[in-house]
């Protein structure tokens, strides 16, 4: 498995989450019970994407960019999730704010995929983007257990 792969299994969740909360009403069990797990993905994917895969890219000329506002992006989500923490379930402005996440997210996961992954594989060797991907699982794994 390389890099790219280990990142689109994340993708995939995130996208199937943020769809399905977003189709949750009022202060359900459903809706918190999704809520938790979108915010446990996205903290443990954002941790393990940045060390293992936008910290090797700052390196290079080419990746350093693209690389800075996908971390920047991350910080966005996480101001949005906080909103979301503070904001009561069954408010409107709750769902208005989970659907600017959702926005956010599938914003976040297609620059990555349509753009940034493309560069990576121009500056990443096979051997590193196999290396990169093994660190990822580990931390992906270790921050979940941590929250």
């Known amino acids: 498995?390389?890099?790219?792969e280990a990142l689109r299994t994340s993708h995939e969740?995130?996208?199937?989450?943020?769809?399905?909360?977003?189709k949750?009403?009022?202060?359900?069990?459903?809706r918190l019970t999704l809520f938790k797990e979108l915010k446990l993905e996205l903290a443990a994917h954002a941790a393990a994407e940045e060390r293992f895969f936008y910290v090797p890219l700052i390196a290079h000329d080419m990746t350093q960019e693209p690389s800075r506002h996908g971390i920047a992006?991350?910080?966005?989500?996480?101001?949005?999730?906080?909103?979301?923490?503070?904001?009561?379930?069954?408010s409107p402005s709750w769902l208005s704010t989970a659907k600017e996440l959702?926005?956010?997210?599938?914003?976040?996961?297609?620059?990555?995929?349509?753009g940034v992954f493309q560069l990576a594989g121009k500056v990443l060797s096979e051997a590193e983007k196999q290396s990169l991907a093994k660190g990822y699982e580990g931390?992906?794994?270790?921050?979940r257990i941590k929250a």
Do not use: C, P, W
């Open 1 to 4: 498995m390389n890099i790219f």
């Open 13 to 22: 969740t995130q996208r199937a989450l943020a769809d399905n909360l977003i």
């Open 24 to 30: 949750t009403q009022g202060d359900s069990e459903e």
């Open 73 to 90: 992006e991350h910080h966005q989500m996480d101001k949005l999730v906080e909103t979301l923490e503070a904001t009561d379930f069954s």
């Open 102 to 114: 959702h926005h956010k997210i599938y914003h976040h996961l297609e620059d990555e995929e349509q």
């Open 139 to 143: 931390e992906f794994v270790s921050q």
